[in-house]
């Protein structure tokens, strides 16, 4: 499976914005999927998660602001970032393991090729 990421952008604190994470090659309902942060030569931290049965889980950082889903039908995965704040920014990444959340989780460390799959990301800058 292949991923892309879209709809990052510029906002103002109170913001939002709704990225998506397309996926080819791959039906996305075989797979746990989930949204980290990253920039080049800093700590990853994980965002949301959704397994494949649909369950979610949530950074404590983001929780009753930002909402993952899934469109199986449209192989695409949602980030509702909702109440942006400053500390948001960030380099926004999609990622797919195989099958259920297992080695995904949100404080993973792990390589990115012990996964199925690992996008570019998307840019999110909030300003104050």
């Known amino acids: 499976v292949q991923l892309e990421e879209s709809g990052g952008g510029s906002v103002q604190t109170g913001g939002s914005l709704r990225l998506s994470c397309a996926a080819s090659?791959?039906?996305?309902?075989?797979?746990?999927m989930g949204w980290f942060r990253q920039s080049p030569g800093k700590e990853r931290k994980g965002v949301a998660l959704?397994?494949?049965?649909?369950?979610?889980t949530y950074a404590d950082s983001v929780k009753g602001r930002f909402n993952i889903s899934r469109d199986n039908a449209k192989n695409i995965l949602y980030l509702q970032m909702d109440n942006l704040k400053p500390e948001d920014t960030d380099l926004y990444h999609c990622?797919?393991?195989?099958?259920?959340?297992?080695?995904?989780?949100?404080?993973?460390?792990?390589?990115?090729?012990?996964?199925?799959?690992w996008g570019q990301g998307t840019q999110v800058t909030v300003s104050s």
């Open positions: 990622a797919a393991e195989t099958g259920i959340c297992w080695g995904l989780t949100m404080d993973w460390s792990g390589r990115i090729t012990d996964i199925a799959a």
């Open positions: 959704i397994d494949i049965d649909g369950t979610t």
């Open positions: 090659g791959d039906t996305a309902n075989r797979y746990c």
